[in-house]
C-alpha cells in the first residue's frame, strides 16, 4: 500500500475502488496496455523536454519537438497496445506531430518548472489541522510565474460544471496554496484528438470551497483504503479497463 496519496490515486479509488485495489494494493500487471494512455505519456514526455527548453531560453525547433515525441512513441509502441476505434501506430504518431506543432505555435508561457514534483500535508484550507497521516504528492506539468498549468489529450473539453468539480485541479491549487500562501491561476490545456486536431487553453478559478471539498475528498477516500473498503463499480469504464477480467472473477 502507497504510503502517500496522489490526485491519480484518489480519481481512480472514486471511480472504482476495487480497480484501485488491484493496481495499488496487489500491485496486479494489467492485463492490457492501452494505447490512449501510452499515448498521453509520449505526448507529456515531449512537452517536458519542449518547457525546458524555453526554460533555458533556447526553444525547440519544431522539427526537433517532433523528432522527440516520436522517439517517445516508438518507445512506448515496443510492448503489445490495445487499440480503440480506428486507431493505428502510424495515425497516433501523425496526430501527435500535429498537435505538439500547434502548441508550439500558440504556447506564450513563461516556464518557472516542467514536470514538477509536489509534496505537502493533507490540512484542513481553513484551520490548518492535518488530517491525514498520508502526504499528498503529485506533480505539476508546468509551473509559470502565476500559476500551474495542465494538459491533457482527449477528443473534447469537459463543460463548466465538470471543470468546477474537477478534483486534480483543485489538488494542484491546494497544494500549490499550502506552498506559496496565494491561490494560483490555473489553466487547462486540451490536445483535442479530432478529426483536425486543434489545442484549447482553459482558464479554472479555484476558491476555497473548491479546496475544502478536495480535501474531505481525499480523506474520504484515506480512510476508505484503510479500512479495507475495495468493491466493483459497473459502468461505461469497464470497456477499457486494464484489470477486465480478474474483475469478472471477483470476489
Not at 494505447?35 to 512537452?47: E, N
Not at 519542449?50 to 533556447?58: A, I, P, T
Not at 478536495?214 to 475495495?230: D, K, P, S, W, Y
Request: some cysteine.
Amino acid at each position: 500500500m502507497p504510503d502517500y496519496l496522489s490526485v491519480s490515486q484518489i480519481t481512480l479509488y472514486l471511480n472504482c475502488s476495487l480497480h484501485y485495489y488491484f493496481r495499488y494494493i496487489e500491485e496486479r500487471e494489467p492485463e492490457r496496455h492501452f494505447a490512449a494512455l501510452a499515448f498521453g505519456k509520449a505526448i507529456h514526455s515531449a512537452l517536458a523536454s519542449f518547457h525546458e527548453s524555453l526554460k533555458d531560453g533556447k526553444p525547440l525547433p519544431v522539427e526537433e519537438f517532433q523528432r522527440l515525441f516520436r522517439a517517445d512513441w516508438a518507445a512506448e509502441t515496443t510492448e503489445p497496445l490495445y487499440y480503440a476505434n480506428s486507431d493505428t501506430p502510424e495515425s497516433l504518431l501523425e496526430l501527435g506531430q500535429t498537435l505538439l506543432a500547434e502548441y508550439a505555435q500558440v504556447c506564450r508561457f513563461e516556464v518557472v518548472e516542467a514536470e514538477h514534483r509536489f509534496e505537502v500535508p493533507l490540512c484542513d484550507p481553513d484551520t490548518g489541522e492535518v488530517l491525514c497521516d498520508k502526504p499528498l504528492v503529485g506533480i505539476y506539468d508546468l509551473v509559470t510565474p502565476e500559476g500551474i498549468v495542465e494538459f491533457k489529450t482527449a477528443k473534447s473539453v469537459p463543460d463548466a460544471g465538470q471543470l468546477a468539480r474537477h478534483l486534480q485541479l483543485s489538488a494542484y491549487a491546494y497544494a500549490f496554496s499550502f506552498k506559496e500562501r496565494r491561490m494560483p491561476t490555473l489553466m487547462f490545456v486540451h490536445l483535442l484528438k479530432l478529426k483536425k486536431p486543434r489545442v484549447e487553453m482553459t482558464a479554472v478559478v479555484r476558491e476555497n470551497k473548491h479546496l475544502q471539498f478536495f480535501t474531505r475528498c481525499a480523506l474520504a477516500v484515506a480512510r476508505g483504503i484503510e479500512a479495507n473498503i475495495f468493491a466493483p463499480n459497473p459502468g461505461w469504464g469497464c470497456a477499457n479497463c486494464e484489470y477486465a477480467r480478474v474483475c469478472g472473477e471477483w470476489p
